[in-house]
């Protein structure tokens, strides 16, 4: 059955990134074994632990669309419109872009609800992967997401963007699926219904 998750590499106090967009030691993970997990974007390797090959596997493996705010997809130039988990992307953003059709592969709309329910669309039963932190949170307020995972990484940003503000209320997750994984803890939490 397809679901709606989010997923980000998260620092332990809860940031994102630092507050000029840099990732800084997050993605260190990526690169902190000897086990390739292998991509279509020829421009990106991931060499991870056995561990979190697996993890790693098992959150792209199902993809089928991936939604994304604009300021995530203007910081990446729109992956070359070839994300590393070989899915569409649907962009959520009030001010397309004036060269759209340069992505064949991307979708815009305005509104989370909508770029939740296409993405569904384009997923054609597979997973819908919420990879900005701003989107996930509109999500999770409109009880789009079926579960949150976060990759916890040993490093203190001190201030940043954060992957959960303003979530306009209280979400029980259930209890995690915890892998531990060379620079990173990875936690799965479906969210309780």
Same mark, same amino acid.
């Given at each position: 059955? !397809? ?7 998260? !620092? ?23 086990? *390739? ?16 090959? !697996? ?25 070359? $419109? ?6 569409? %992307? ?8 004036? $060269?759209?059709? #340069?992505?064949?592969?991307? *979708?815009? +709309? ?18 819908? *992967? ?47 699926? +915890?892998?531990?994984? #060379? ?7 479906? %969210?309780?219904?």
């Amino acid at each position: 059955m !397809s679901k709606v998750l989010t997923h980000m590499t998260m !620092s332990l106090d809860g940031y994102i990134a630092e507050p000029d967009n840099q990732i800084g030691e997050l993605f260190e993970w990526y690169q902190a074994g000897d086990v *390739t997990v292998p991509n279509p974007n020829p421009n990106v390797t991931f060499k991870v632990d056995a561990a979190s090959a !697996s993890v790693l596997r098992d959150l792209t493996a199902n993809v089928g669309a991936l939604v994304v705010g604009r300021r995530l997809f203007d910081i990446a130039d729109g992956w070359g $419109d070839n994300h590393p988990v070989d899915a569409p %992307v649907v962009v959520v953003t009030h001010r397309p872009p004036d $060269d759209a059709a #340069r992505w064949p592969r991307t *979708t815009f +709309v305005d509104d989370v609800g909508t770029a939740v329910d296409r993405a569904r669309e384009i997923a054609g039963g597979k997973d819908v *992967t919420i990879a900005s932190a701003n989107i996930a949170q509109q999500a999770l307020k409109l009880g789009l997401v079926d579960e949150v995972c976060v990759s916890l990484v040993p490093v203190l940003f001190g201030e940043g963007i954060p992957y959960f503000a303003n979530l306009g209320g209280h979400h029980l997750l259930e209890d995690p699926v +915890v892998v531990q994984g #060379r620079r990173a803890l990875h936690l799965r939490y479906p %969210v309780r219904r």
